[in-house]
T-cell receptor, first 113, second 113 residues
Framework: NAGVMQNPRHLVRRRGQEARLRCSPM?????VYWYRQLPEEGLKFMVY????????ESGMPKERFSAEFPKEGPSILRIQQVVRGDSAAYFC???????????FGSGTRLTVV | AQKVTQAQTEISVVEKEDVTLDCVYE???????LFWYKQPPSGELVFLIR??????QNEISGRYSWNFQKSTSSFNFTITASQVVDSAVYFC??????????FGRGTSLIVHP
């Protein structure tokens, strides 16, 4: 009964590099949500995906950020050409039905140096 | 639009004191869900409770209790006889009609021995 698995737990990137964050939802869950938590702030919604579809990306920065949830494999949040301001904790949550509680992963802490 | 306000940024108590964390929400929907999550120093998000808008019964789980009042749009969380292990950031969240939850900025609870 593995929960939502996120990896890596910690990721260090130099400015200008790419960061790839992975999220494997709970077994049977087909809805995935990405959130960002900046230091001293709450969680901000970024994107909501179902298998192979982006449902809502209203919280995604317009540039450098992208997300996918392929038919097979984990959901990926990609940040291209990272900048210091991208340093944050990125959380993934999954649900089997929007009406039920969301289960969060342990997060990936991205540090841009 | 949904909004969650956690006016208390930080609360500091001594062990064994009772403490209440406030959560006030705004929504135009009649069907919505309210959540509380705990984020201990280790960083993961721990689900505590989900409550739908049609169930105003208060809930008690051990030392934790929740007071849901639609008349004041509040969903407050009380910890009785606090312990050092309760030290964490606590987030309240709102989901309109089961859609993507919006989180408050969180309340940092520090319990001193």
């Amino acid at each position: 009964n593995a929960g939502v698995m996120q990896n890596p737990r910690h990721l260090v990137r130099r400015r200008g590099q790419e960061a790839r964050l992975r999220c494997s939802p709970m077994k049977g869950h087909s809805h995935v949500y990405w959130y960002r938590q900046l230091p001293e702030e709450g969680l901000k919604f970024m994107v909501y995906l179902q298998k192979e579809n982006i449902i809502d990306e209203s919280g995604m920065p317009k540039e450098r950020f992208s997300a996918e949830f392929p038919k097979e494999g984990p959901s990926i949040l990609r940040i291209q050409q990272v900048v210091r301001g991208d340093s944050a904790a990125y959380f993934c949550a999954s649900s089997g039905d929007r009406l039920y509680g969301y289960t969060f992963g342990s997060g990936t802490r991205l540090t841009v140096v | 639009a949904q909004k969650v306000t956690q006016a208390q940024t930080e609360i500091s108590v001594v062990e064994k004191e009772d403490v209440t964390l406030d959560c006030v929400y705004e929504t135009r929907d009649t069907t919505y869900y309210l959540f509380w999550y705990k984020q201990p120093p280790s960083g993961e998000l721990v689900f505590l409770i989900r409550r739908n808008s049609f169930d105003e019964q208060n809930e008690i789980s051990g030392r934790y209790s929740w007071n849901f009042q639609k008349s004041t749009s509040s969903f407050n969380f009380t910890i009785t006889a606090s312990q050092v292990v309760d030290s964490a950031v606590y987030f309240c969240a709102l989901s309109e009609a089961g859609y993507i939850p919006t989180f408050g900025r969180g309340t940092s609870l520090i319990v001193h021995p």
